[in-house]
C-alpha cells in the first residue's frame, strides 16, 4: 500500500529536507513505523504513548485521523496523508 | 423587522436553500447567512456576547482599552461596537491580512498592531499576550478563551437553527476561535443530539505553519473535540472553487472561508448520499466577499487564484 506523506517543515531535517515522502501500511501507525526506518526520529516527533501528539494533526484525504479511527485509521493505496501542526486560526 | 439600535440586530439570520448545490430530493443543503449582521460577519454575535459579559461582570469600564488578536472580522466588528460604547481598541493582527480588513479597522477607529506573518494567527496571539502582560489595566476579551465566545452560538446560532429546521441532521461551520462549533455543538448535543458536528479547517500556505518548534502549536482554550463529529482541513484551491460555485449556482457572493465550509458541506452531502440517507445539512455562511476582492481570489482562473493566495490568511 503506496501512501504519499506530506511533511510540514518544521519536521523536515527528519526528510532531508523533502516536502513529501512515500510510505506504506495498511493503517496510520504502520505507514509511520514504515517512515521511521527510512526518516529516523520522525516517529517520537509524531507519537507519543501510542497516539499523535497534542500539537500534531494528521489527514487521510482531508479528514482529521482523531475523528476516525486516531492512529489506527486505516489507508489505502494512492491515499494522501498531510500532517500539520496545529496553530491558530480566526 | 425593527430595532432600537444597530447592537440589537445581531442575530436572527436567514436560513436559505441551497437547491442546485443539493445533491438531491432528500440530501439538502441549507446557508445560514451570517454576513446579514451588522458589520458583515458572524463575529458580532461572538463580539457583542463577550462584550456585555464582560460590562456586566465590571471587567469592562468606561475608557477602557480594548486589546484583541485578530485577522480581521473579530476585530472590525469589537471596533464598531466599541466606538458606539466609547472605548478605545488595540488590534494584533497578521501582516498578510487583506488591506480591506485594515481599512475598515481603521475606519471604525482601531489602533493595529502588526503581528509578522510568518506564523499566521499564532503570532498574533503570542504578541497580544505579550503587550498584555505589559499593559494590565488594558482588557483582552480573548476570543479562543472565552466563554462567552461560544454562549452566543450556544443562545443564538443554535436555537435559530433547530427553529428553523427542525429536521436538521449536521452543522458545517469553519473552524478558527472554535466558538461557533462549540456553542452550536453543545447545543444540539443537549437539544438534539443525533446532529452530526462538521469541522471545516482553513489549511494555508506552509508560512502560516512556520512554527520554530512544535511546542508553540496552538489549540484554543475554548476547543472541546466531544463536540466534534469530523474535520476537513480544506486548501485554497477547494474554498475558491466553492466559493465561486456558489455565486454561480446559488447567486450568494461570499467570503473565501464560506467556501471551504461549503466544500465539507458538499463532503458530508456526498457521504449522505452514498449511505442512501436523508440529510438536512446547514452551513454557516461567515461573511461576504467584499473583504476579499483585494487578495484576487474572484478574477481569472481557480489556478491563478491559488496562487494568488499563497501566505495570504484568507480565511
Not at chain 2, 469592562?60 to 472580522?73: A, V
Not at chain 2, 510568518?118 to 466563554?147: C, F, T
Not at chain 2, 482554550?221 to 466553492?242: C, H, W
Request: with cysteine; proline share 4%; aromatic share 6%.
Amino acid at each position: 500500500m503506496a501512501v504519499e506523506v506530506r511533511i510540514p517543515t518544521i519536521l523536515r531535517t527528519h526528510t532531508d529536507g523533502a516536502k513529501a515522502v512515500e510510505g506504506s501500511g495498511t493503517t496510520i501507525s504502520e505507514v509511520i513505523d514504515d517512515l521511521e526506518t527510512r526518516h529516523s526520529g520522525l516517529k517520537e516527533r509524531l507519537v507519543e504513548s501510542g497516539d499523535l501528539r497534542r500539537f500534531v494533526n494528521v489527514y487521510v484525504n482531508d479528514e482529521d485521523v482523531r475523528f476516525l479511527a486516531g492512529v489506527q485509521t486505516p489507508v489505502k493505496d494512492g491515499d494522501t496523508i498531510v500532517v500539520l501542526p496545529a496553530v491558530a486560526g480566526g | 423587522m425593527r430595532y432600537e439600535s444597530l447592537l440589537d440586530s445581531v442575530g436572527e439570520t436567514p436560513l436559505v436553500g441551497l437547491p442546485r448545490l443539493s445533491p438531491s430530493a432528500d440530501v439538502r443543503l441549507w446557508a445560514k447567512l451570517e454576513d446579514r449582521n451588522p458589520t458583515g460577519s458572524v463575529k458580532d454575535r461572538a463580539v457583542l456576547w463577550m462584550l456585555i459579559d464582560a460590562e456586566k461582570v465590571g471587567r469592562l469600564r468606561p475608557g477602557c482599552t480594548i486589546l484583541e488578536p485578530t485577522s480581521g472580522n473579530t476585530g472590525i466588528s469589537l471596533a464598531m461596537v466599541a466606538k458606539l460604547r466609547g472605548y478605545r481598541l488595540v488590534c494584533v493582527m497578521p501582516e498578510n491580512t487583506s488591506s480591506e480588513r485594515r481599512q475598515l479597522l481603521q475606519m471604525w477607529g482601531a489602533e493595529i498592531v502588526d503581528s509578522p506573518a510568518a506564523g499566521g494567527s499564532n503570532e498574533a496571539v503570542r504578541v497580544a499576550k505579550g503587550i498584555a502582560a505589559e499593559h494590565s489595566d488594558w482588557v483582552m476579551l480573548y476570543q479562543y478563551g472565552n466563554p462567552a465566545n461560544a454562549a452566543a452560538h450556544y443562545e443564538g446560532t443554535g436555537p435559530e437553527l433547530l427553529a428553523d429546521l427542525p429536521s436538521i441532521t449536521h452543522f458545517v461551520a469553519g473552524l478558527g476561535t472554535t466558538g461557533t462549533l462549540m456553542g452550536v455543538g453543545r447545543f444540539f448535543r443537549e437539544h438534539k443530539p443525533d446532529v452530526r458536528i462538521v469541522a471545516a479547517e482553513p489549511r494555508y500556505g506552509e508560512l502560516v505553519y512556520g512554527l520554530r518548534n512544535l511546542e508553540e502549536g496552538f489549540v484554543p482554550e475554548l476547543y472541546d473535540e466531544t463536540l466534534i463529529d469530523s474535520r476537513f482541513s480544506v486548501g485554497p484551491r477547494d474554498a475558491v472553487r466553492r466559493t465561486r460555485e456558489l455565486l454561480e449556482e446559488e447567486g450568494i457572493f461570499a467570503g473565501i472561508s464560506t467556501g471551504a465550509i461549503l466544500h465539507a458541506a458538499l463532503a458530508q452531502a456526498a457521504k449522505s448520499v452514498e449511505a442512501g440517507e436523508s440529510a438536512d445539512i446547514a452551513l454557516v455562511v461567515c461573511d461576504g466577499g467584499w473583504k476579499y476582492l483585494s487578495t484576487g481570489a474572484y478574477e481569472g482562473t481557480v489556478d491563478e487564484a491559488e496562487d494568488r493566495l499563497e501566505g495570504q490568511l484568507w480565511a
